[in-house]
């Protein structure tokens, strides 16, 4: 165990000097980061709090619901366990850069199993753990449990991650004696973007809020049997379920169930660890192959790249060429185009499925056309995710490269205008589809259409600035993956400050909104002073996005600048 405390040391330290060591405004910003976390997390408790009080007051089928919603809880977390240990056990054993270290150092093999195990464990399950305990402890109230339910939650939890962690650890070790590490993990990265956001669209096309209507089965046996199927008995979701729900009805505590989960972690950690160091040695050697870049040397690519930055300037020209080829060669990046479009598609059909047959009478238009403006904010929130993945981690993805730019004769400010323009009509195309689209489906009046074209434009200009901005001065050129940027204290940050530019913008559209459909129910034209007000308060909505945008490019562009090289 001393070997794998002084492994695992370095690693420890380096996140709380990241915090003690920071500069007064990050330790504001980690500080506003934990009151977030505890606000969301108190939000989930809340929510889920509802649900299940909800659920259980349910006379006949409130047990029923319940335990379905938990096996499921558990499934889908388990299956989100195991997938990304695989993928983080590929970096950690195979990939990690401090590797060569490591195996130098007179450590024995089963320390560094050992500490690699743990670390992978922690990496791939902290958060779905810390996310889902609110959900338990929601069950916990809504049940009454007592300390005994708690202290089972305690066992069961780290049980369920150690067995993931170590099925996910095996199935790298066997995958990466097959296939390159390198290219298994970008398989598995594209695989998994595939399987979320097919998972998600059919999720929200099977109208999951049918689970609570039993009318809409054939007859209440039907329903019973339905929600009474139960998860396979062999899987370890099937033994935590069983322990949790029978701690939570009073029953006798399932020991058989609860002996299988604790020796099934124990059994799967062993069994891993055979297998990795049967295995180690040749999957270390066979993962070195170097990546192969077939469409960033694409010559259809080039002419496209060259025919899309024609109206730069020959420097940022350069610039916006080399992010998109670095883009299109990781294919951890460029796969998450494809959550987008589905994302995308969930909003359309949660649209859709929103029952707009309850409006009827001489206040339908009305309620439409309001509800198409309320629309607007969901919008402008899956705007703010989008920028936050791809342009706010624009200037963080230099990486350690960072300091070749920081040399070159360029500005600093035209520099951030290159790292706004490659996925700009990203942005503007996601917030143009959904505004369209979304204001046909629920039927809309022209004018609505118009404000919400121009709102998801202004939005796209405003939120883009304010993500290249402030990722220029919130910049982290160590982290190994781009994608942790925009999940840190800095990207949480950055919705904040995006989606309150988009309930700014929405308030000051009220007034427009409202004089129009005010005009519209009274069957009159609009007044001149309300023509003049409904067109300033557009026009200045625009403006303030503009100014947002100039604004956070140029104060982005000054702080980055402003930071020493070797702190960089």
């Known amino acids: 165990m001393h070997e794998v405390v002084a492994l695992l040391e370095p690693r420890w330290r380096g996140s709380v000097n990241l915090v003690l060591r920071a500069a007064p405004g990050h330790k504001l910003l980690y500080a506003a980061f934990g009151a977030l976390f505890l606000a969301f997390w108190a939000g989930i408790f809340v929510l889920f709090a509802w649900v299940i009080g909800s659920f259980y007051q349910v006379e006949i089928f409130g047990p ?16 989100l366990l195991c997938f990304s240990n695989v993928i983080t056990a590929l970096s950690t054993f195979y990939l990690s850069d401090d590797l060569e270290l490591l195996l130098s150092l007179p450590v024995r093999r089963e320390s560094f199993h050992l500490a690699r195990q743990l670390d992978t464990l922690i990496q791939s399950s902290w958060m779905m753990l810390v996310f889902g305990l609110p959900v338990f402890v929601a069950y916990g109230r809504a049940y009454g449990a007592g300390p005994g339910f708690y202290a089972l939650l305690l066992v069961v939890a780290p049980a369920l991650a150690l ?4 099925l996910g650890i095996a199935v790298a070790s066997i995958l990466v004696n097959v296939f390159p590490a390198r290219r298994i993990r970008e398989g598995l990265a594209l695989g998994g973007v595939l399987a979320l956001g097919f998972v998600l669209v059919v999720l929200r096309l099977l109208r999951p809020e049918r689970l609570v209507d039993a009318d809409s089965f054939e007859s209440v046996a039907a329903y019973v049997a339905s929600m009474q199927t139960p998860v396979p008995i062999l899987l370890p979701p099937r033994w935590a379920s069983d322990v949790l729900v029978a701690s939570l009805g009073g ?58 930055t ?10 916006v060429v080399k992010d998109l080829k670095t883009f299109l060669r990781d294919p951890s990046q460029w796969t998450q185009m494809l959550l987008v479009g589905s994302i995308v598609l969930i909003t359309l059909a949660s649209i859709a499925a929103l029952p707009l047959d309850v409006f009827r009478g001489p206040y339908v238009g009305l309620s439409r056309n309001g509800l198409a403006f309320m629309v607007l904010g969901l919008i402008g929130f899956v705007m703010a995710a989008v ?50 689209t979304s204001t046909l489906i629920l039927g809309a009046g022209p004018f609505l259409i118009g404000v ?96 947002i945008l100039v604004a956070s490019i140029r104060t982005g562009a000054d702080q980055l600048w402003a930071r020493e090289l070797p702190n960089s």
Do not use: H
């Open 64 to 79: 029923l619901l319940s335990r379905k919603l938990m096996e499921i809880l558990l499934l889908g977390l388990f299956s």
């Open 163 to 166: 067995i993931a962690a170590s």
């Open 251 to 308: 029953r006798p505590l399932p020991w058989m169930e609860l002996g299988l989960l604790v020796s099934a972690a124990i059994a799967t950690s062993g069994v891993a660890r055979w297998i990795t160091n049967a295995l180690y040695d040749s999957g270390r050697a066979r993962s070195q192959e170097a990546r192969t870049a077939r469409l960033a040397r694409s010559g259809l690519l080039d002419r496209f790249l060259a025919l899309y």
């Open 310 to 319: 024609r109206p730069l300037p020959p420097q940022l020209r350069a610039l």
């Open 387 to 436: 920028a936050g993945r791809f342009q706010f981690t624009a200037v963080s993805a230099e990486g350690r490269g960072f300091w070749f730019v920081r040399t070159a004769p360029i500005e600093p400010r035209a520099y951030l205008w290159a790292k706004l323009w490659p996925l700009l009509p990203v942005v503007l195309l996601v917030g143009q589809i959904l505004a369209i």
């Open 452 to 547: 919400s074209m121009w709102t998801a434009l202004c939005l796209g200009l405003g939120i883009s600035g304010l993500a290249v901005g402030m990722g220029a001065a919130l910049a982290d050129f160590k982290v190994d993956n781009v994608a942790r940027a925009a999940q840190g204290p800095a990207g949480v940050m950055f919705m904040v400050v995006a989606l309150t530019l988009v309930g700014l913008v929405l308030a000051i559209e009220v007034v427009p909104v409202w004089l129009v459909l005010r005009s519209w129910f009274r069957e009159s034209a609009l007044r001149p002073w309300e023509l003049l007000a409904s067109g300033g308060c557009l026009l200045l909505v625009g403006l303030l996005c503009v100014g």
